[in-house]
C-alpha cells in the first residue's frame, strides 16, 4: 500500500503535539510495511521563500498554485492509493482534497482541531469558548476580533479561505475523528455518519509502568486556554502541602503565573519546558496527571503518555478530555464493582463519589471552574492507586501504537477499494 501524509508543519520555535504525532504515524506505519511518501511543508521555510513566493502567501490558503503543482507530480509518478491530510495552512491549502480527486485519488483527513468552521481552530477567545463563527457562511466574528494570528487582514483572508473550501471539506472521502467530541463536531457540520472514523492517536509503549509516584503533573504549554491559571487558583485553596506536590511543565505567556506560585509556594514545583526523557520522569514522580483545559481540547497527548504510564487523570469534561479517561459513557473499571470503586476514587472508607466529580474508566472530570476543580483534587491523591491498572488497561486496548496503527491501516484499505478510485 502507498500513502502520501500531507501536513504543513508548524514553526519549530512554537512546539506542536501536532508536528509529533505526524512523526509518530509515518514512522508507525513504515513499520507496518506501508510506502509512505511525504508531502511535507514546514511555515519555517517562510522567511527564506523568495520575494515572488512570499507575495503569493495571501492567497496560499486558497490555493497554494505551487503545492498543487508539486503534488499533481507526485501523484503521477507515483499513483498512491491514499492521501493522507492533516494541516493544510498555509503552504498547502484545501486545495490538495481538489487535486487528489482530480487524480482519481481518495482523501483522508485528521481533524485536530475546529479549523473547518472557526479561523483559530480553538473555538476559544478572550478567555472563555467562543463559537459565534458557527453556522455563519462567512466567519464576520473572527474579522472583528482578529481571532488569527491577532490581524484583521489575516483573520479575513482565513475566514474567506473557511468560506471558499466548505464544498471541499465536505468531499473529503474519509475524516478521522480524533474522539467523539470530534465526530460530534463533523455531524454539526454536516459530514454524515459513514464518512466519519474514530481513531485516536498514539504515542510509544514506555514499557512496564513504574511505581505510582506522588503529587500532580501539569504539562502543557503555558497560555490561557490550557487552564494552568485555573488550575493555580484551584491549588491555592489547599494549605501548603496538603496535597503534595503539583509540578507544571511546558512553557508560554502565562510562564510568569507558574514562577510566582512557585516563589510563593514550595509546593509547586515549575520544571520548564522538557524533553522526551524529562517527561517521562516527570509522569513517573507524579501519582496524577491534570489537564486543566478551558476549551474543547481535541487530544491532549499528556493524558494519552499518563495512562501508558499507569497515571490516571483529572481533567476538566470538555472536548475530548472525557473520551480519553473513558468517562464519555458510564463505566466501572475493570476488576472492580461499585461499591470497591466508590471506595477506591473517595479514598476509601466506602465515601460516597462527591457531587459534580465525573469517574471515567481512568481517571475524574470536572466542570472548569476553580471550586470543581479543588474539590476534586484531593479525591484524586486519595483515588489514584484505584485506577492504576485501569489506566494502562485503557493504553492498550485503546492507544497503543499497534491497536492505532491497525486502525489505520484499516482505514486506507476501505478507501483503496472504493470502486470510483481504481
Same mark, same amino acid.
Given at each position: 500500500?502507498?500513502?502520501?501524509?500531507?501536513?504543513?508543519?508548524?514553526?519549530?520555535?512554537?512546539?506542536?503535539?501536532?508536528?509529533?504525532?505526524?512523526?509518530?504515524?509515518?514512522?508507525?506505519?513504515?513499520?507496518?510495511?506501508?510506502?509512505?511518501?511525504?508531502?511535507?511543508?514546514?511555515?519555517?521555510?517562510?522567511?527564506?521563500?523568495?520575494?515572488?513566493?512570499?507575495?503569493?502567501?495571501?492567497?496560499?490558503?486558497?490555493?497554494?498554485?505551487?503545492?498543487?503543482?508539486?503534488?499533481?507530480?507526485?501523484?503521477?509518478?507515483?499513483?498512491?492509493?491514499?492521501?493522507?491530510?492533516?494541516?493544510?495552512?498555509?503552504?498547502?491549502?484545501?486545495?490538495?482534497?481538489?487535486?487528489?480527486?482530480?487524480?482519481?485519488?481518495?482523501?483522508?483527513?485528521?481533524?485536530?482541531?475546529?479549523?473547518?468552521?472557526?479561523?483559530?481552530?480553538?473555538?476559544?477567545?478572550?478567555?472563555?469558548?467562543?463559537?459565534?463563527?458557527?453556522?455563519?457562511?462567512?466567519?464576520?466574528?473572527?474579522?472583528?476580533?482578529?481571532?488569527?494570528?491577532?490581524?484583521?487582514?489575516?483573520?479575513?483572508?482565513?475566514?474567506?479561505?473557511?468560506?471558499?473550501?466548505?464544498?471541499?471539506?465536505?468531499?473529503?472521502?474519509?475524516?478521522?475523528?480524533?474522539?467523539?467530541?470530534?465526530?460530534?463536531?463533523?455531524?454539526?457540520?454536516?459530514?454524515?455518519?459513514?464518512?466519519?472514523?474514530?481513531?485516536?492517536?498514539?504515542?510509544?509503549?514506555?514499557?512496564?509502568?513504574?511505581?505510582?509516584?506522588?503529587?500532580?503533573?501539569?504539562?502543557?504549554?503555558?497560555?490561557?486556554?490550557?487552564?494552568?491559571?485555573?488550575?493555580?487558583?484551584?491549588?491555592?485553596?489547599?494549605?501548603? $502541602?496538603? =496535597?503534595?506536590?503539583?509540578? +507544571?511543565?511546558?512553557?508560554? #505567556?502565562?510562564?510568569?503565573? %507558574?514562577? !510566582? &506560585? /512557585?516563589?510563593?509556594?514550595?509546593?509547586?514545583?515549575?520544571? $520548564?519546558? =522538557?524533553?522526551?526523557?524529562? +517527561?517521562?520522569?516527570?509522569? #513517573?514522580?507524579?501519582?496524577? %496527571?491534570? !489537564? &486543566? /483545559?478551558?476549551?474543547?481540547?481535541?487530544?491532549?497527548?499528556?493524558?494519552?503518555?499518563?495512562?501508558?504510564?499507569?497515571?490516571?487523570?483529572?481533567?476538566?469534561?470538555?472536548?475530548?478530555?472525557?473520551?480519553?479517561?473513558?468517562?464519555?459513557?458510564?463505566?466501572?473499571?475493570?476488576?472492580?464493582?461499585?461499591?470497591?470503586?466508590?471506595?477506591?476514587?473517595?479514598?476509601?472508607?466506602?465515601?460516597?463519589?462527591?457531587?459534580?466529580?465525573?469517574?471515567?474508566?481512568?481517571?475524574?472530570?470536572?466542570?472548569?471552574?476553580?471550586?470543581?476543580?479543588?474539590?476534586?483534587?484531593?479525591?484524586?491523591?486519595?483515588?489514584?492507586?484505584?485506577?492504576?491498572?485501569?489506566?494502562?488497561?485503557?493504553?492498550?486496548?485503546?492507544?497503543?501504537?499497534?491497536?492505532?496503527?491497525?486502525?489505520?491501516?484499516?482505514?486506507?484499505?476501505?478507501?483503496?477499494?472504493?470502486?470510483?478510485?481504481?
Amino acid at each position: 500500500m502507498r500513502i502520501v501524509v500531507a501536513h504543513n508543519r508548524y514553526r519549530e520555535a512554537q512546539p506542536s503535539g501536532e508536528n509529533t504525532i505526524v512523526d509518530s504515524e509515518i514512522a508507525q506505519l513504515t513499520a507496518a510495511g506501508v510506502e509512505v511518501l511525504p508531502f511535507i511543508r514546514s511555515s519555517d521555510e517562510i522567511p527564506s521563500m523568495s520575494k515572488s513566493a512570499k507575495a503569493l502567501l495571501p492567497i496560499s490558503p486558497i490555493w497554494a498554485p505551487r503545492a498543487q503543482h508539486d503534488l499533481s507530480r507526485l501523484l503521477t509518478e507515483h499513483r498512491p492509493d491514499v492521501l493522507h491530510l492533516h494541516n493544510p495552512y498555509p503552504l498547502i491549502s484545501p486545495w490538495v482534497v481538489r487535486t487528489a480527486h482530480r487524480h482519481g485519488v481518495p482523501v483522508v483527513q485528521t481533524v485536530h482541531n475546529y479549523r473547518q468552521v472557526c479561523s483559530s481552530g480553538i473555538y476559544f477567545r478572550d478567555g472563555v469558548i467562543c463559537q459565534d463563527c458557527k453556522g455563519r457562511a462567512l466567519g464576520v466574528p473572527a474579522i472583528k476580533h482578529r481571532c488569527y494570528r491577532d490581524s484583521a487582514v489575516q483573520s479575513a483572508l482565513m475566514a474567506t479561505t473557511l468560506a471558499v473550501h466548505r464544498g471541499t471539506w465536505r468531499s473529503v472521502d474519509r475524516y478521522i475523528a480524533l474522539t467523539s467530541a470530534i465526530a460530534d463536531h463533523l455531524r454539526d457540520y454536516g459530514i454524515p455518519d459513514e464518512r466519519i472514523v474514530v481513531k485516536p492517536n498514539s504515542v510509544p509503549d514506555p514499557g512496564r509502568p513504574a511505581p505510582l509516584g506522588d503529587g500532580f503533573l501539569y504539562m502543557a504549554r503555558l497560555s490561557p486556554e490550557k487552564g494552568v491559571d485555573l488550575l493555580l487558583d484551584a491549588w491555592r485553596r489547599h494549605p501548603v $502541602g496538603a =496535597l503534595g506536590t503539583l509540578r +507544571v511543565a511546558g512553557d508560554g #505567556e502565562l510562564r510568569h503565573l %507558574v514562577e !510566582a &506560585a /512557585a516563589a510563593e509556594r514550595p509546593d509547586v514545583l515549575y520544571l $520548564g519546558q =522538557l524533553d522526551r526523557a524529562g +517527561v517521562q520522569a516527570a509522569v #513517573e514522580a507524579s501519582a496524577v %496527571v491534570i !489537564a &486543566a /483545559a478551558m476549551w474543547h481540547d481535541v487530544l491532549p497527548t499528556v493524558i494519552i503518555e499518563a495512562l501508558a504510564s499507569g497515571r490516571p487523570v483529572l481533567g476538566t469534561a470538555l472536548g475530548g478530555i472525557p473520551y480519553l479517561v473513558g468517562a464519555d459513557a458510564p463505566h466501572e473499571p475493570a476488576g472492580t464493582g461499585p461499591a470497591e470503586n466508590a471506595s477506591a476514587v473517595a479514598g476509601g472508607g466506602g465515601s460516597p463519589m462527591p457531587a459534580g466529580i465525573g469517574l471515567g474508566e481512568a481517571g475524574w472530570v470536572v466542570a472548569p471552574e476553580p471550586a470543581a476543580l479543588a474539590a476534586a483534587l484531593p479525591v484524586a491523591r486519595a483515588g489514584a492507586s484505584g485506577l492504576t491498572v485501569a489506566a494502562r488497561a485503557r493504553y492498550e486496548r485503546t492507544f497503543h501504537p499497534d491497536v492505532v496503527t491497525k486502525q489505520l491501516i484499516d482505514i486506507y484499505a476501505g478507501l483503496a477499494r472504493t470502486p470510483n478510485h481504481v
